[in-house]
């Protein structure tokens, strides 16, 4: 069965300091990946996904992720932070042709400091 | 368009109750998939509806159940309540043919208290 992994549980970074948020996954063959962004007490807004062709995929928010095949990862970033992207990030994987069943990773917190 | 809307927001229920949450899938999107939040945790796939039948399922025990309906709005109801099922429930919808994969929308999920 696929496997997210988010080794981060929670990062503190300084507004407009840079942003990556780590994303591995265990699954025989390429997922799509997403990137999740969830507020306090809301539900899931996407900002990104990849399914195939080019490895750097754009998102809302001035977010971008790539994706590296051979280190299985799907990493999250943004070269500027602004206090309003604090917020927990999820990354989550769909086997190919399994219908939306999406298997997400335990989240990544994310402080930023003024 | 309207998009995926749950309810109600939040719930309080007595152990051994059972509990019905609605959601209202994206307009045209004929998929609606259930997932549980566990305070601190990434959400969990309870099971998906495709065009009104059960089209997969998570590593959850009967009493969680569900319904679409030919609006494909859809039900979860989960039966003897246990303490470890409070969570945020959250439902997503899509379209497409079944197996297909496409961007999935949240909604803004229920959350549920069990005392």
């Known amino acids: 069965a696929q496997s997210v992994t988010q080794p981060d549980i929670h990062i503190t970074v300084s507004e407009g300091a840079s942003l990556e948020l780590r994303c591995n996954y265990s699954y025989g063959a390429t997922p799509y990946l997403f990137w999740y962004v969830q507020s306090p007490g809301q539900g899931l807004q996407l900002l990104l996904k990849y399914f195939s062709g080019d490895t750097l995929v754009q998102g809302i928010k001035g977010f971008e992720a790539e994706f590296k095949r051979s280190q299985s990862s799907f990493n999250l970033r943004k070269p500027s932070v602004h206090w309003s992207d604090a917020a927990e990030y999820f990354c989550?994987?769909?086997?190919?042709?399994?219908?939306?069943?999406?298997?997400f990773g335990t989240g990544t917190q994310l402080k930023v400091e003024l | 368009e309207t998009g995926v809307t749950q309810s109600p927001t939040h719930l309080i229920k007595t152990r051994g109750q059972q509990v019905t949450l609605r959601c209202s899938s994206q307009?045209?999107?004929?998929?609606v998939s259930w997932y549980q939040q566990a305070l601190g945790q990434g959400p969990q796939f309870i099971f998906q509806y495709y065009r009104e039948e059960e089209n997969g399922r998570g590593n959850f025990p009967p009493r969680f159940s569900g319904l679409q309906f030919p609006n494909y709005s859809s039900e979860l109801n989960v039966n003897a309540l246990e303490l470890d099922d409070s969570a945020l429930y959250l439902c997503?919808?899509?379209?497409?043919?079944?197996?297909?994969?496409?961007?999935?929308?949240f909604g803004q999920g229920t959350r549920l208290t069990v005392v």
């Open positions: 307009s045209g999107h004929n998929t």
């Open positions: 989550a994987v769909v086997v190919t042709g399994g219908g939306n069943k999406l298997t």
């Open positions: 997503a919808s899509s379209q497409g043919r079944k197996g297909t994969d496409t961007e999935a929308f």
